[in-house]
Every structure is written in C-alpha cells, then in structure tokens.
C-alpha cells in the first residue's frame, strides 16, 4: 500500500467516523424533541409577558381562544376549525368568536391563513412557542391540527364519526379532535 493509499485510506475512516458522529446527534436532537411534545411556553421576555398580561385584562374571553389555540395547536404552533367548531368547544356565540379572533388578529396573537373556506388559525411565535426554538422557521409550513365539530356534519357523517369515535376512545393514534 502506497503512502497516498494510506492517507486516502484514514480520510475515508474519518469521514465515516464523522458521518457516524452526525447520526448520533441528529438521533439525540430527535429523541429530545420527542420529550418536548407535551409542552408550550409562553416567552419571558417582557414584551410577550406583557402581551400576555393585557390580553387576560382587557379581553378575557380572547384570552381564553388564545390558550385554546395553544392547547390544541401542533409544533408549527397552527390549527384548522372552523368559527363553528370554536363557539362550541368554548361555549361561545359564533358573533363572539368573530370579535375575539377579530381582537387576536388586530392586537397580532394570530395570524388567519384560509385555505379555501377553511381557518388555519397560527399562533404568534413570538409570544407562545410549542416545539425547540430552532424550529420556528416551521411556523405556518407544518401539518395544522384539525378540530371539527360534529354540529357541522351531516346526520350520516355524525352517526359513522360516533361510531368511530366510541371503536377508538382510548386511541392516542387520532390526529384530529372531535367536539
């Protein structure tokens, strides 16, 4: 073996070490982030606290859709319902609803994107973050979370979604959330 062999031979075992390396870390950030799936956080800074603390004094029933919101959203901080789906979830009118996403959408808690007729509601990452910080750039590009209401579905749809749901009640695999 050639002297350029051997040195070719050592940059091909430390590029696979390296690639190695890589693997570990990425399996490692993934694994942290799965740890991280059950959480949002609203940030300390003094502007978000702030923004948090005049939301509850001046518009409580807002505040209340914003945690909401935060609840059911997904890691790019984003859910589809429907006007509908919200006012009964909440147990508001649905003039009510539109006056509080009105406040959110106005005072920049939220965005509202439309997808057809459809709301895709997106939290403002600035304020409340669900998944690792790095991750923001995935904030309106990711899958949204889904909540329908059954108020909204034909009498067929109700009865197969009732059946459905009973079969599946204890199924954490159910990516949308019927009220």
């Known amino acids: ?21 890589d693997d570990k ?48 959203s997904d890691r790019t901080n984003a859910v589809v319902a429907s006007g509908k789906a919200l006012a009964t979830h909440l147990s508001f009118s649905e003039s009510s609803i539109s006056r509080v996403i009105k406040y959110l959408t106005d005072n920049k808690y939220i965005e509202v994107l439309k997808s057809g007729g459809t709301n895709v509601f ?14 923001k750039k995935s904030c ?12 909204e579905q034909d009498v067929s749809l109700k009865k197969r979604l009732s059946v459905l749901i009973d079969k599946s009640k204890n199924d954490d695999e159910i990516e949308g959330k019927i009220i």
């Open 1 to 21: 073996m050639t002297f350029q062999d051997k040195i070719n031979d050592l940059d091909v075992r430390l590029r696979i070490n390296q690639i190695k390396e």
């Open 25 to 72: 870390k990425e399996a490692e950030f993934a694994k942290r982030e799965k740890k991280n799936d059950n959480f949002y956080m609203i940030y300390k800074d003094k502007e978000s606290s702030q923004k948090i603390r005049e939301l509850i004094s001046k518009a409580p029933k807002s505040a209340e859709l914003f945690l909401f919101l935060a609840e059911q």
């Open 122 to 135: 997106v939290l403002n990452p600035s304020i409340v973050w669900q998944a690792w910080r790095t991750g």
């Open 140 to 151: 309106l590009f990711g899958n949204a979370k889904v909540l329908v209401s059954m108020d």
